[in-house]
């Protein structure tokens, strides 16, 4: 399957995929809005987080992996691997916020919702026409959707 | 201005933040390596000090939101034709700090910039014009010494065989190349776009003074090897890898002038490949010490023909100055493939602005009088002609070759089209677009995927509208154009202008 690779040489550090993937999981879809009323108000939070260490960067966020280890500890079948995409899928309504998953990732990608008890993670924007918001956001091309 | 200098407030710029639209992100922060941009934590918002400001644009154009604006700053001293507020704020610069004043990139000064006041023809009637996108168009261009004339002979079977022994030349596919900007002054990813840029297009890439880093050998048939007075990595493996060697011996931007690449930019890859001590300052100096005449610059160009076997053509670089024809002449005569020309409003990353500004000639005229000198003493086809230093767009190549240039080298424009603004500040090492700057962190702002395709569209584009402009004179070979210069007029030049470029007015 296509899954979002960062590219450490290339990123940049400029946290925009992070503005992306606020404003495509936003209600307005507009990203004033978003960052200003969605984010402070009702706890929007990207799922994609940049991480720094020296010169280097990075942006990570859920990989999808073949064998899930979320899938394996959610406790209440909220995080499913979808057989047909591939994608690892998160149903909001059956998460209790019991944060085995959190624990399972290897990858630390999975956060925890500011507000609520629900956790926040990447679903590759699949409703999204062009595909990732964060890839097709990126300003150095640091981000790619492909076949590996 | 509080505990500041007292003349901290008379910046060049100033940051306009839109309130409605500054939604404190922080990704003006992050992108300005001058810290111009910063986080109040008091306030709880970004902030800014406009005095930090370079005017890079760097920040404008990554601001998700729009909200930023960089503007001159509208402060104005009272109007005084003589003083005018640049040289005002050079007198409060030096008086505070007693140095030199550094500057980068090319001359801004108003001098007549000579592209603009030629004008190029095109057929009607009498002459058919020349559609490029259904008829061949010829852009292929040689450079290097060409014979006076070709000799055969008849092979046994009485087919001809050709007798004259050719020089070698270098081909391109347009006449095109990237100047030398070297591997320190500008990073790595920038010298690996250009040489993967200049092999997609067939053309050439001079890997200025800095040496050439090991792993880009295998682009040297598109590349050209500079040998500068610091003789920074230069050594027998790099005078064969490329396609040819070039004598630096002046530039446009600092006639007369050495370079100086300071030790902050040394990095373990520069100090490799240049062949200096990691961190220390590799300093060119102004003359080449083993060249103070003709016959010494004869001597380096055969030593140089000698270790590379006579294989690849060798071109001496120089700065237009006043009596350029004669020392264009005497280097042909000392045995240079091709001379290339630099006129004074070619870049730099770093020159006193004294000598950027007022140093030189411009180009059009170098470059005019060099051709017709050459074609007057018999000795044209000797050498090629490459000018440099200010070539904007392909109205200015097509210009230029009708003046009587073979090729033509720019380098602001290809840094241009990877992002640069001319902010005029690569001395600082902290080119904020990832350009001249050796900071691991700033330099990959500069992804060779992406530079290298930004400058293939260039050329591409560039390559088509010289097709079109040859088209429309009627011609379907760039050769046809060489030192035509019947096929350019004047507009309010003087009768010394136009007859130093050796055009007729327009109308006549």
């Known amino acids: 399957m296509k899954r979002v690779y960062p590219d450490k040489d290339f990123c940049i550090g400029c946290h925009i995929c992070e503005l992306a993937c606020l404003t495509a999981h936003s209600k307005s879809k507009d990203l004033i809005l978003a960052y200003t009323v969605e984010r402070t108000g009702e706890g929007l939070s990207s799922c994609k987080h940049v991480h720094e260490g020296g010169p280097t960067c990075v942006a990570l966020s859920c990989r999808h992996c073949d064998e899930p280890a979320c899938v394996a500890a959610c406790i209440s079948g909220a995080l499913q691997k979808d057989s047909e995409s591939g994608r690892t899928v998160y149903d909001r309504e059956k998460c209790v916020g019991c944060w085995s998953c959190l624990m399972a990732c290897p990858y630390g990608a999975i956060a925890r919702h500011p507000l609520e008890k629900k956790i926040v993670k990447c679903d590759l924007c699949h409703d999204r026409p062009g595909g990732p918001a964060c890839v097709a956001a990126c300003p150095n091309q640091a981000l790619k959707q492909e076949e590996r | 201005m509080l505990f500041q200098p007292i003349n901290r407030n008379y910046h060049d710029f100033s940051i306009v933040r839109d309130k409605d639209l500054c939604i404190n992100c922080k990704v003006c922060i992050r992108q300005c390596s001058y810290e111009a941009h910063f986080w109040d934590e008091s306030r709880q918002k970004v902030m800014h000090d406009n005095a930090k400001c370079v005017g890079c644009h760097r920040c404008e154009a990554f601001c998700p939101t729009s909200a930023l604006l960089i503007q001159k700053k509208r402060s104005d001293f009272r109007d005084n034709a003589l003083w005018r507020p640049e040289f005002i704020k050079y007198i409060y610069k030096q008086a505070d700090s007693g140095g030199v004043l550094l500057t980068g990139m090319g001359s801004p000064v108003n001098i007549p910039v000579y592209w603009d006041k030629l004008?190029?023809?095109?057929?009607?009637?009498?002459?058919?014009?020349?559609?490029?996108?259904?008829?061949?168009?010829?852009?292929?261009?040689?450079?290097?010494?060409?014979?006076?004339?070709?000799?055969?002979?008849?092979?046994?079977?009485?087919?001809?065989?050709?007798?004259?022994?050719?020089?070698?030349?270098?081909?391109?596919?347009?006449?095109?190349?990237?100047?030398?900007?070297?591997?320190?002054?500008?990073?790595?990813?920038?010298?690996?776009?250009?040489?993967?840029?200049?092999?997609?297009?067939?053309?050439?890439?001079?890997?200025?003074?800095?040496?050439?880093?090991?792993?880009?050998?295998?682009?040297?048939?598109?590349?050209?090897?500079?040998?500068?007075?610091?003789?920074?990595?230069?050594?027998?493996?790099?005078?064969?890898?490329?396609?040819?060697?070039?004598?630096?011996?002046?530039?446009?931007?600092?006639?007369?002038?050495?370079?100086?690449?300071?030790?902050?930019?040394?990095?373990?890859?520069?100090?490799?490949?240049?062949?200096?001590?990691?961190?220390?300052?590799?300093?060119?100096?102004a003359p080449h010490h083993d060249i103070y005449s003709i016959e010494d610059l004869h001597q380096l160009i055969f030593a140089l023909k000698e270790a590379s076997e006579y294989r690849v053509p060798v071109s001496v670089k120089i700065a237009a100055v006043h009596n350029v024809a004669a020392i264009a002449s005497g280097i042909v005569r000392a045995g240079a493939d091709i001379v290339a020309i630099d006129g004074m409003r070619g870049g730099t990353g770093a020159a006193p602005g004294m000598i950027r500004d007022n140093v030189g000639i411009p180009i059009e005229l170098a470059l005019a009088q060099v051709d017709q000198r050459l074609r007057d003493e018999g000795i044209r086809n000797r050498a090629s002609i490459v000018a440099a230093g200010g070539i904007r767009c392909s109205a200015d190549v097509v210009k230029a070759i009708a003046l009587g240039a073979d090729a033509c080298y720019f380098a602001t424009a290809a840094l241009l089209a990877v992002g640069c603004t001319l902010c005029a500040k690569c001395y600082t090492g902290k080119c904020p677009w990832g350009i001249a700057t050796n900071d691991a962190k700033l330099a990959k702002r500069q992804n060779p995927d992406v530079a290298a395709k930004k400058l293939v569209n260039l050329v591409h584009a560039w390559g088509h509208e010289i097709e079109e402009m040859l088209g429309g004179m009627g011609l379907n070979s760039i050769e046809s154009l060489r030192g035509n210069r019947d096929k350019l007029r004047a507009v309010g030049l003087s009768d010394t202008e136009m007859d130093i470029l050796g055009v007729k007015h327009a109308g006549r």
């Open chain 2, 119 to 285: 004008l190029l023809d095109a057929s009607q009637v009498t002459n058919p014009s020349i559609d490029p996108l259904r008829e061949p168009m010829e852009l292929k261009t040689f450079l290097g010494a060409k014979p006076v004339k070709l000799e055969f002979s008849k092979t046994k079977d009485g087919s001809p065989k050709l007798k004259t022994r050719l020089t070698p030349n270098i081909e391109l596919n347009y006449p095109l190349m990237f100047s030398a900007m070297s591997f320190g002054s500008i990073n790595f990813n920038l010298h690996i776009a250009m040489a993967r840029a200049a092999t997609e297009l067939g053309i050439c890439y001079n890997t200025g003074e800095g040496g050439l880093h090991k792993t880009l050998y295998q682009y040297g048939k598109n590349t050209i090897v500079q040998v500068a007075s610091g003789r920074f990595g230069v050594h027998r493996d790099y005078l064969n890898a490329g396609a040819g060697i070039e004598i630096k011996v002046g530039q446009g931007a600092k006639p007369g002038i050495g370079g100086h690449l300071p030790g902050e930019k040394i990095n373990a890859m520069v100090s490799e490949t240049r062949m200096v001590p990691l961190g220390s300052d590799a300093i060119s100096p």
